[in-house]
């Protein structure tokens, strides 16, 4: 499974953006997918994460509120719409993807197999 992601960019404070990821699974709607971002010295971090079929939601206490994951199983994508962007949000966003995840597991890294090439979102002060 191949994973693009793109709409990174630079915004101010306050400003929004959507991120897109396009997968080449056959079945998309069998994968769970998340997105996470990884800040400069930091370890990459869970930000949110929405299921194949039922699409429920999940999200970062950091970006509760302020961000949504969506996702489009006919064209096998999935967003993720960020508003009132913070500096804090600045990262390397990375879409990953899974079919056979525990849901105790989705906010870890190790949890997904693959992984998009990440589209880096600057928010500026």
């Known amino acids: 499974v191949q994973l693009q992601a793109s709409g990174g960019g630079l915004v101010q404070t306050g400003g929004s953006l959507t991120l897109s990821c396009a997968s080449s699974a056959r079945t998309f709607s069998n994968y769970f997918m998340g997105w996470f971002r990884q800040a400069p010295g930091k370890e990459r971090e869970f930000v949110a994460a929405i299921s194949g079929r039922s699409r429920r939601t999940y999200y970062a206490d950091a970006v509760e509120g302020r961000f949504v994951i969506s996702r489009d199983n006919a064209k096998n994508t999935v967003s993720l719409s960020m508003n009132s962007l913070e500096p804090e949000d600045t990262a390397v966003y990375y879409c990953?993807?899974?079919?056979?995840?525990?849901?105790?597991?989705?906010?870890?890294?190790?949890?997904?197999?693959?992984w998009g090439q990440g589209t880096q979102v600057t928010v500026s002060s």
């Open positions: 990953a993807a899974d079919s056979s995840i525990i849901l105790s597991s989705i906010r870890s890294v190790s949890a997904y197999s693959y």
